[in-house]
């Protein structure tokens, strides 16, 4: 066996394993949001500090999970065009272990319950948790951000080594004749994705090198405003570059189905540099109630937000239409997925630019309006593709319980995504433990029911996941 | 406003789902050629997305109606120094003059909470992050008298969603003298 075909076998034997755990990963965060909504929902009563705990284990850990189920793919998929290290690769899921296993011992035994965005300086009040589980965090995550810094870097080399600096980010494009071998859009994405990761991963390292230093020296002090603008720089971008990873995939495997070719081309390569640009900036509007920051930062997080649906819709939905358009294509799963992933994708998209607006965010901030938008995003659109994704990859063959799998996930998802909607519009402020001591009875009408209902679709969103878990794992061989 | 974006986002879902179904039907007929029509419509589509986007945020961004005091005019007929602390709010007065400006000064003794202002109808009307380290301003006029709340907006702890207070809003007679003696008027 050459050295080449040893890195194919050990890449794909890699992407095998770290799929797998991304997958039980993802179930049991899915039953912690489901433990949550039964709780909100007056079902069961967990205690206010095991809801935050799992509340906090549910967000990082979706962040965390679907962002290197994304790179994981994304990595596969650019195997075929570039050389990846698996050495690092290797260390990297070593690091996302020990990580993970921090983060579940800090919340679920040390109850540490400071939210995903660990909101400076909430991890540091006194008496809320052990101190040891605010170390623990601190290091989990740091040890996270260390191994997706090397693979995004390690993917940029890869990337420039072979395509050089006119050709990753499709530069050559902008020219009227592009000379030199082709750079396929997964390639572009790719490079987006990664150079808007690493970048903020770094602001992310310093943010918790800070956090770190107060840990040690309790007297120590740094500015709340300039933590909150890192951790959403850090958090905001990973969360957007994992829908990307989801798009990569879309562009790398749809034409597998349609028959149609969606090469690179002048809009495609317009399109992603300007989602470099958007992505960067567009974390303003998390801080829009924060009326200490400058007001200019909150009108250019209105407009990034705004104009970040130019090359997305123009470019992305419209390449996309183009592929589907009488392709003649037979509704597999995994295009099927891809198709209603991209909807997912719109949908999420549009909730999340009415939010984006200063006006309406005056009223929906904090509020499970903004709930509805990140999940439509992930569960609807970055889950569905990175399920088309696993099918193509272990070229699952049971078509009729897979379809079956696909509408009772999407009935589920939109399910929970609209209570979330409903609950926004009637002002339910999102995490709170309990709606039991609102002073308003409708406002805890509609928490407690919309929480209960949601429940019910969130269980048949579970059974769904586990059908499609099922076909999968009987296709595991095919890639092991 | 509450209304108009639930009701434009239900708009814009509809029209999604309706051409993501048109799009799906027509997948599995086969025609070639067919997509240099939709590249058509897509330049169409570019100019009505940029003309969209440039009159919303021509109507949105009117500096007037931003919640910050620095691009507001007028001044306020009461100012409220606002504390507060996990889990727990202080206010100068909570005996507030209807149809008056009134601007909340909102501090932390800890960690970030988030200052939210609920009608007597459960609605939420205005809000602010309560940063330590930082004095947010927030204006508002409270149109109607009644029993308005305040509610905690940001996750500060095992107590969060306990954290309230209560807001009288009603005629400068009405409001109980002792308590509004604690507010700044300018």
Request: proline content about 3%; glycine content about 8%; some cysteine.
């Amino acid at each position: 066996m050459t050295n080449v075909e040893k890195n194919k076998v050990t890449i794909t034997r890699l992407t095998s394993l770290i799929t797998v755990t991304v997958m039980v990963l993802f179930l049991v965060l899915v039953l912690l949001g489901f433990l949550m909504r039964v709780s909100q929902g007056a079902i069961i009563q967990l205690p206010p500090d095991f809801f935050y705990a799992i509340m906090t284990l549910h967000g990082l850990g979706m962040a965390g999970t679907l962002f290197v189920g994304g790179i994981t793919a994304i990595s596969f998929l650019l195997s075929k065009y570039v050389n990846l290290s698996t050495g690092l690769m290797k260390l990297n899921f070593g690091l996302i272990l020990v990580g993970v296993v921090g983060l579940v011992i800090a919340t679920l035994i040390g109850r540490f319950g400071a939210g995903w965005y660990v909101l400076y300086p909430l991890p540091f009040l006194e008496g809320a948790w052990p101190r040891w589980t605010v170390v623990t965090v601190i290091v989990s995550v740091m040890l996270l951000g260390v191994a997706w810094l090397l693979w995004q870097l390690d993917i940029l080399r890869a990337i420039v080594v072979r395509y050089k600096l006119n050709g990753f980010l499709g530069w050559k494009y902008f020219s009227e004749k592009p000379e030199g071998e082709e750079v396929p859009p997964l390639v572009i994405i790719s490079s987006v994705s990664v150079i808007a990761g690493a970048l903020t991963t770094v602001f992310g390292a310093l943010m918790l090198m800070l956090y770190l230093i107060q840990w040690i020296n309790p007297d120590m002090h740094f500015n709340a405003l300039l933590m909150k603008n890192l951790v959403f720089l850090f958090g905001h971008t990973i969360v957007n570059i994992t829908m990307y990873f989801g798009l990569g995939i879309v562009y790398e495997l749809l034409p597998n189905y349609t028959g149609r070719p969606w090469k690179s081309n002048k809009f495609i390569a317009y399109a992603w540099n300007a989602a470099l640009v958007f992505v960067l900036v567009a974390y303003f509007h998390h801080l829009y109630m924060d009326f200490a920051q400058p007001v200019a930062l909150h009108f250019i997080g209105q407009v990034a937000s705004y104009l970040s649906t130019v090359p997305a819709t123009v470019v992305t939905i419209f390449g996309a239409m183009a592929q589907f358009y009488k392709s003649g294509l037979k509704w597999k799963f995994a295009p099927l997925a891809m198709g209603l992933s991209l909807m997912g994708w719109l949908i999420g998209g549009f909730i999340a630019v009415v939010d984006s607006t200063i006006i309406v965010n005056n009223f929906f901030h904090n509020t499970l309006w903004v709930t509805s938008h990140f999940h439509t995003y992930y569960l609807l659109g970055f889950v569905l593709m990175q399920f088309a994704f696993i099918y193509d990859y272990f070229d699952v063959k049971s078509e009729g319980s897979s379809k079956l799998s696909l509408y009772m996930m999407l009935i589920g998802g939109y399910g929970i995504i609209t209570m979330f909607a409903v609950a926004g519009v009637n002002s339910v402020p999102r995490r709170y433990a309990s709606y039991v001591n609102i002073p308003f009875e409708s406002v805890v009408k509609s928490g407690q029911s919309t929480a209960a209902i949601a429940s019910i679709f969130a269980l048949v969103l579970i059974v769904g996941v586990l059908l499609v878990y099922k076909n999968i794992l009987s296709s595991f061989k095919n890639r092991w | 406003m509450i209304k108009i974006a639930a009701a434009v986002t239900a708009v814009v879902i509809f029209l999604i789902v309706l051409i993501a179904l048109i799009i799906g039907k027509s997948a599995s007929q086969k025609k070639d050629g067919v997509q240099a029509g939709l590249y058509k419509i897509r330049s169409l589509y570019f100019y009505f997305l940029i003309a969209a986007i440039v009159g919303v945020l021509f109507i949105t961004l009117k500096p007037g109606a931003m919640p910050y005091t620095s691009l507001q005019s007028g001044e306020p007929a009461l100012v409220v120094n606002v504390t507060a602390r996990t889990w727990s709010w202080d206010l100068s007065t909570n005996q507030i003059p209807e149809n008056s400006l009134v601007e909340f000064d909102v501090q932390s003794e800890d960690v970030t909470h988030g200052f939210g202002i609920y009608s007597p109808e459960g609605k939420i009307l205005a809000q602010t992050q309560v940063m330590p380290g930082y004095t947010n301003r927030l204006r508002y006029t409270f149109t109607k008298p009644g029993n308005y709340k305040i509610m905690c907006m940001e996750l500060c702890g095992v107590s969060h969603h306990n954290m309230m207070y209560d807001l009288f809003v009603g005629q400068t007679s009405d409001l109980k003298t002792e308590a509004s003696k604690k507010g700044e008027t300018k």
